[in-house]
């Protein structure tokens, strides 16, 4: 049982880390909301003053606002319904026994250690090339047009390209909660009669919801900062341009550090929107 002492001790040492991460998000925090509110344009007349909530009207009242957070949004839960439900798929598969079980585990979960930017290169270049892509000669060997991915289909290749990146993450994490799973549950189930229908709708399923939850939760957060794949692939055109590429135009492009400021605010708050409307839906799983 812990003592007095050593509960004062276990505080000191751990001071300087939470004092290093707290100083670590406060700072930027802080002057993003300091930018938010001065017209500061570094190569044009440099901090041009106090102007209130004037940044925060004009990217809200922007034409590129909503459509922007819509866009966010569609990718996020695109990208949650495929790797959730390719991912249980392949974590029953590879729970299975086979030859070479290890080397397809790792083949499996290798997309994930691979960075964004290679990753979206590689789709673009090698597979949804319309003339010297691998999907472009598909179609041509079936006597079809090939299509232009990332204009044509701008949203769901993109869709398409975060979601391989993403599955293996989902993979491992249902793997694991799969493998937790009481094996003499599943075989009084098929000794019962239970068809697999059932003994996956009502034994696996359940046991994997906070397994689920957790993967929603984290790739939420992740996704919602999507830049790299977009930057690389249509660079913010047909249709793809989410919220944080609309700040990085702002800021970049148009060199205006209080504009993208406000809308860092705002991405700060649609994240924490989404966090809470999710904690609550599926949250709960994680106390069951």
């Known amino acids: ?62 034409s590129a606002f909503w459509p922007s957070v819509q866009t966010t949004l569609v990718i996020v839960g695109g990208v949650l319904v495929i790797t959730v439900c390719l991912g249980i798929l392949l974590a029953i598969l590879l729970d299975q026994p086979m030859w070479g079980q290890g080397v397809v ?31 472009a000669h598909l179609w041509r060997f079936f006597g079809a047009e090939p299509v232009q991915w990332l204009s044509q289909a701008s949203l769901p290749s993109l869709i398409m390209i975060v979601s ?29 009669g239970a068809p697999s229908l059932k003994r996956f709708w009502y034994i696996i399923l359940p046991h994997l919801s906070r397994a689920i939850t957790i993967v929603v939760l984290i790739q939420t957060i992740f996704l919602l900062g999507l830049f790299a794949e977009i930057f690389v692939t249509t660079g913010g055109a047909f249709g793809t341009k989410t919220l944080s590429y609309l ?36 949250g709960k799983n994680l106390d069951a």
Do not use: C, H
């Open 164 to 192: 391989w990146q993403w599955l293996p993450f989902a993979t491992l994490i249902l793997l694991t909660a799969i493998q937790s799973l009481d094996s003499e549950q599943l075989e009084a189930a098929e000794m019962d």
């Open 105 to 135: 585990r790792i083949l499996v979960i290798a997309p994930f250690f691979v960075m964004p930017t290679v990753s979206a290169l590689v789709w673009k270049n090698m597979f949804m090339d319309p003339t010297n892509g691998l999907l």
């Open 247 to 282: 700040i990085f135009q702002r800021v970049l492009e148009s060199q205006n550090i209080g504009l993208g400021s406000a809308g860092g605010v705002y991405a700060i708050i649609l994240a924490n929107i989404v966090a809470i409307f999710l904690m609550r839906i599926v």
């Open 1 to 62: 049982m812990a003592t007095k002492q050593s509960r004062s001790a276990a505080r000191m040492m751990m001071a300087p880390a939470v004092t290093l991460l707290l100083g670590w998000m406060l700072v930027p925090l802080i002057m993003t909301l300091y930018f938010s509110f001065r017209d500061y344009r570094p190569l044009s007349g440099g901090d041009r003053g106090w102007v209130g909530f004037d940044n925060y009207m004009r990217f809200v009242t922007s």
